[in-house]
């Protein structure tokens, strides 16, 4: 008999754009141990989907056109069944109120728009990894303080001492700014950054610049509004 630890991790597709919704499905079958079991385009229309295939992850988009993706997971977690529902919120929303109610409906990762395909496998194999954490304590349940970590950072190695922070840095606020550059995918200003995080201008941008001397961060010269110059920072590839 098979296990269920060999069981791959059935995903429900939500999003109202059908070409995104397409990318992410076709993305999500070539990672191993996915399956993709459904799509829907609407929230009305997700729920059913929900009821009917009883997904483990749902992908799920916030903006839909009938109800919003908050307004699903609320439902979603009404339900008997909702509980063992995974979800990870997948949305060009920025709204704190938005994160905090997904936040409140227990997402497993809230994944901005727009987003690597990178950033994408990186969510879905960490839930992946997470999962099987899981099942390994079923039925022993957790034995110390080592094994709840390891449910709140799968798949991740021990951490590694911390460098020297320069003074008035702190290494929360570091990871805060490290992963809104992670998380974007893309180049972003210091005042983009600075918008991410909740945080001024002048302390992102020091930040950004102890990244990028360490060697975590790219920096490159761009023109903003009047012909300003201003510096983009990008995330390097393959850095942790």
Excluded: N
């Excluded at 109800?67 to 509980?83: I, K």
């Excluded at 999962?131 to 390994?136: F, S, W």
């Excluded at 303080?145 to 390891?150: E, G, L, P």
């Excluded at 590694?160 to 550059?181: H, I, N, Y």
Aim: glycine letters at 8%.
């Amino acid at each position: 008999m098979t296990s269920s630890r060999q069981q791959p991790v059935r995903v429900l597709v939500v999003d109202d754009d059908f070409a995104v919704a397409a990318i992410h499905r076709r993305y999500v079958e070539t990672l191993p141990g996915f399956a993709v079991v459904g799509e829907a385009h609407q929230g009305s229309d997700a729920l059913r989907a929900i009821e009917e295939v009883r997904p483990d992850l749902v992908l799920l988009d916030i903006y839909l056109p009938d109800m919003s993706g908050v307004e699903v997971l609320r439902r979603l977690r009404a339900a008997p069944a909702g509980e063992t529902i995974d979800v990870i919120a997948i949305t060009a929303s920025r709204e704190v109120e938005t994160v905090r109610a997904a936040m409140s409906g227990g997402v497993v990762h809230y994944l901005i728009k727009p987003f690597t395909l990178a950033a994408l496998q990186e969510r879905l194999m960490a839930y992946a990894a997470q999962r099987r954490e899981l099942q390994q304590l079923v039925g022993g349940g957790v034995r110390d303080q080592a094994d709840v970590d390891r449910l709140l950072s799968p798949g991740q190695r021990p951490a590694r001492p911390a460098p020297d922070l320069p003074k008035g840095l702190s290494a929360r606020t570091l990871q805060l700014v490290e992963r809104a550059l992670k998380d974007a995918g893309r180049e972003l200003s210091a005042g983009e950054a600075a918008e991410l995080c909740g945080l001024s201008r002048v302390s992102t941008r020091r930040y950004l610049e102890h990244l990028a001397a360490r060697g975590l961060a790219e920096v490159k010269p761009r023109y903003g509004s009047a012909g300003r110059p201003e510096h983009g920072y990008r995330w390097v590839s393959g850095v942790r």
